[in-house]
């Protein structure tokens, strides 16, 4: 299939134009050397050629189950070899790699696989306890009419299913002969990441392979790995684009990369000595743990880490940090512009360092921060606005929604974040958070109208409103619900109704039932106060955290 075929006329013209950002992903992967390391795991290490060689047989046998140029393959799968190899087929296609995270259940799989069209299903059944054949059996076939395969990797504990789909083991691809040619050239679109939901579901940000070589050349010099001994922490997913990313800046400079196959920090760390780990990325939360887990002491190799704030009660986590000699960089990105699109200076003071935002990678990226109300471009300083982006690393645009992107771009070409920021002196920038309500949970973005649309399919629900909150130390979820006219239905019932069908890290930490909402006048009308239910909702956890643990 042509990409012409089923690329709007507005993504495949900046596909064109993505042609002469950089190489292709076949073309980078190439230029390192085959016998050096890329992929350490617990029990053993894997070679560049071997990944290399290893998705040569998976493009031929993807091939052979009818995957052609521009055919979509959703990849739910943890952060296994596999996922890095099915990817590379993909891109020696000219196929599109869709990200689907692990932590996702029947709902979320479903839509994203359906709306997506993708034709192959790739998931790795026995995994860790994830009931994946259980999810699967929760999936209306006729939300996937385009699936036409499972490929399952590693051992099935239980059969299977989705529909008509057949069903094929990840050997019998491995089993294949090595493709020789690719069809995916620079401009080729190749991977999917899925934004926070909304009322229509998520929205699918495509990405071309151009985009994502140039910008791990780019991010990869930003963290410090064209220093010849850097070694890389991979203990974040591949699914997000996050951990794609980095893992794509890794790759870029031909270095390895330490593999776990779930982050646990005991485990992390014994790797990280033992491999002599010098680099890492990733939240506040995971950062805190390795330190914790190293009982005070991380590996003396361990020098940079790239790092996200989500929760407030770890503000002096660089502090610590670098009483260990490790140096914490603020960094920025989203799925549109990829992660890692700016770091901190690394010679910046702590306070700067420590905060999100920083300078592009790119020197062929820039920032700017605009007044939402006047129009007006805003100088470097403490003014902030709606931040800005241009660069190498943006994307093609919302996959089959041509409409939501030309709302995304500004009519000069410049990417509108939605995100509150101040512009510094050095072309930096400072983000400040979201302008709109959106959710960090779980270490990802999420929109409550995702919470919210799935609640109001309980047939005693008449409305409902989401707001994030801290439980128990850790980003969580709160309804609010006004259920229906006599409707007997109870907080346990709701949280129930998301258990199982929502990833566990959206299912609500409390449900609360209202009358109603609390409102104020605007001049588009009444608006309800989302500060109001937030600040309800954290002053009932914070009273049930006392009454758990009394002060004597």
Known sequence: MSPATWLSETLARNAAAAAARGPSIVEMWSRTPADAPCLILPDRALSYGEIDAAARRAASGLAALGVVEGDRVACW???????????????????????VNTRYRSVEVGD???????????????????????????????????????????????????????????????AAPEMTGTQGGPGAPCKVFTTSG???????????????????????????????????????????????????????WGRPSVLPPAF???????????????????????????????????????????????????????ERAAARGITCLGLYGMSECMALYSFQPVDAPIARRKMGGGVPVSSEAAARVRDPETGEILPPGDRAGELELTGPSIMLGY???????????????????????????????VFLNRMGDALRLGGFLTDPRE??????????????????????????????????????????????HCDGRLAKFKVPARVFLVDRFPTTPSANGEKIQRNRLRETAQAALDAAEKERNPVT
């Open 399 to 429: 996959l089959f929604n041509d409409e939501a992107t030309a709302r995304t771009f500004t009519e000069d070409g410049w990417l509108k974040t939605g995100d509150l920021a101040t512009s510094t002196p050095d072309g930096g920038f």
């Open 112 to 174: 994203i696989v359906g709306r997506s069209g993708a034709k192959v299903l790739v998931l790795a059944p026995g995994f860790r306890g994830i009931d994946f054949a259980g999810i699967l059996k929760d999936v209306d076939p006729a939300e996937v009419p385009a699936l036409e395969t499972l490929v399952t990797v590693g051992e099935v504990p239980e059969p299977v299913a989705l529909g008509a789909a057949r069903v094929v083991p990840w050997a019998e691809l491995d």
């Open 198 to 252: 909304t009322t229509s579901g998520p929205k699918f940000v495509l990405h071309a392979q151009a985009t994502l070589a140039r910008h791990g050349r780019d991010a990869g010099a930003g963290m410090g790995l064209d220093a010849e001994d850097s070694v890389l922490l991979q203990a974040i997913p591949f699914c997000g684009v996050f951990g794609m990313a980095q893992i794509m800046a890794a790759a870029a």
């Open 451 to 496: 919470i919210e649309t799935h609640l109001m399919t309980h047939p005693d629900v008449e409305a409902c409103q989401v707001v994030g909150v801290q439980a128990q130390g850790k980003p969580r979820a709160a309804a609010f619900v006004i259920p229906r006219p006599g409707a007997g239905v109870d907080e346990a019932a709701l949280i129930a």
């Open 264 to 318: 646990d920090a005991a485990e992390a760390v014994a790797l990280m000595a033992r491999h002599k780990v010098t680099h890492a990325n990733g939240g506040d939360d995971m950062l805190d743990r390795l330190m914790a887990a190293g009982g005070g002491a991380l590996n003396p190799e361990f020098r940079r880490f790239g790092y996200a704030r989500f929760n407030p009660a770890l503000d002096d986590v660089a």
């Open 77 to 99: 799968l943890p952060n296994l070899p596999e996922y890095l190899v099915a990817f590379l087929a993909c891109c020696r296609l000219g196929a599109v790699c869709v990200a």
